[in-house]
C-alpha cells in the first residue's frame, strides 16, 4: 500500500504559478512511477505529467509542455509539479498518482491515488 497526500493548490492569476508537492508513505517510494493527472468536473481524468521510478523520463501532455515541470526527491518521498504560466484552462482538481510495473499516461493503470487538490485559475 501507498497513501498519497498532494497540497500545494490555490487561487492565482492567469500567468501565475504553482508548486504542487505530493507526500508519499507506505511501501517503498522508489518502486514506483508517479503521474500527475487533472480533472474538471464532466470530464474524464486526464493525464498531465508523469516522471519514471529512477527520475531518469519525464513526460508531458502536450496541453502543460513547457510550462509544467514534474520532479521528485525520492530521499523525501515526495514528488512536485511545478506549475508556470498558468492559464483559466489549467483550473482543475489535480491528483497524484502511483503505478508499478511500466510508466504509463492511462489513468486506469494506476494503483494508488491521493485525494486532489483544487487549482483555480482567474482571468
Known amino acids: 500500500q501507498v497513501q498519497l497526500v498532494e497540497s500545494g493548490g490555490g487561487l492565482v492569476q492567469a500567468g501565475g504559478s504553482l508548486r504542487l508537492s505530493c507526500a508519499a508513505s507506505?511501501?517503498?517510494?522508489?518502486?514506483?512511477?508517479m503521474g500527475w493527472f487533472r480533472q474538471v468536473p464532466g470530464k474524464e481524468r486526464e493525464f498531465g505529467a508523469g516522471i519514471s521510478r529512477s527520475s531518469g523520463s519525464t513526460y508531458y501532455a502536450d496541453s502543460v509542455k513547457g510550462r509544467f515541470t514534474i520532479s521528485r526527491d525520492n530521499a523525501k518521498n515526495t514528488v512536485y509539479l511545478q506549475m508556470n504560466s498558468l492559464k483559466p484552462e489549467d483550473t482543475a482538481v489535480y491528483y497524484c498518482?502511483?503505478?508499478?510495473?511500466?510508466?504509463?499516461?492511462?489513468?486506469?493503470?494506476?494503483?494508488?491515488w491521493g485525494q486532489g487538490t483544487q487549482v483555480t485559475v482567474s482571468s
Open positions: 507506505g511501501r517503498t517510494f522508489t518502486s514506483y512511477h
Open positions: 498518482a502511483a503505478k508499478g510495473s511500466t510508466f504509463s499516461t492511462l489513468s486506469r493503470s494506476y494503483d494508488y
